[in-house]
């Protein structure tokens, strides 16, 4: 990965990595990145650190399982500070908040920040695993025993899907639809990342017939 080369560490090996929501473009997290520790970042597509207090590399989310899914890496002009944009999978703060900004200085006192549930990121956060699955199987996983069974175990998932969504409409009932819609939407995207394609491809046809 050469433009590893161009990137400025400090003294001890190390470059700065604030992690934004892809989403929301919310400031999650800051942490410290080497050279293995970004070309880990990008080959597994989990964020990868290096912990400057216990001397060692850590996968955020590793213990937790709230993974920083690396959608892409973002160099400053100085080439000493990165930006992942990414998809978490749970909260980036240890104390469970959001983001590890949840505070904020009113009167010269810290005062917590009241969080609302968003739900923006909810389809980037379910690719995102998806994806993960597919580049890092774990045994068990539903979405690796599709992706494992093939493209047609795959298109009849979809297939029988739509056909539920359709009888729930027929239903008039909103917890089916929504149900069955969520579970329809689910192997949508395990079939557009079996095909190397995201939401985002559709999204751009979207706007295109805009």
């Not at 990145?33 to 060692?56: V, Y």
């Not at 980037?124 to 996983?141: H, W």
């Not at 009932?173 to 394609?197: C, G, P, Q």
Request: charged content about 30%.
């Amino acid at each position: 990965m050469k433009f590893i080369e161009d990137l400025k560490f400090d003294a001890k090996g190390l470059v700065p990595a604030v992690v934004q929501n892809k989403s929301t473009k919310e400031v999650l997290m800051v942490a410290y990145m080497n050279a293995d520790t970004i070309k880990q970042t990008i080959e597994t597509g989990r964020a990868t650190f290096w912990s400057r207090s216990r001397q060692e590399v850590w996968v955020k989310g590793a213990t937790s399982g709230n993974y920083m899914y690396i959608d892409e890496v973002r160099v400053d002009c100085d080439g000493d500070c990165l930006v992942l944009m990414a998809n978490p999978a749970g909260p980036a703060c240890h104390t469970g908040n959001r983001t590890c900004f949840y505070r904020t200085v009113e009167n010269g006192e810290l005062v917590n920040v009241e969080e609302e549930e968003d739900l923006s990121d909810v389809m980037d956060v379910d690719q995102a695993v998806i994806i993960d699955r597919k580049k890092n199987p774990e045994q068990g996983s539903y979405t690796n025993y599709l992706f494992e069974k093939g493209e047609d175990k795959i298109l009849k998932k979809v297939g029988e899907e739509a056909a539920e969504v359709v009888i729930a409409g027929k239903n008039r009932s909103k917890d089916e639809i929504r149900y069955e819609v969520a579970d329809l939407i689910y192997h949508l995207t395990v079939m557009l990342v079996d095909n190397d394609m995201t939401w985002d491809d559709i999204y751009k046809e979207m706007k295109r017939r805009r």
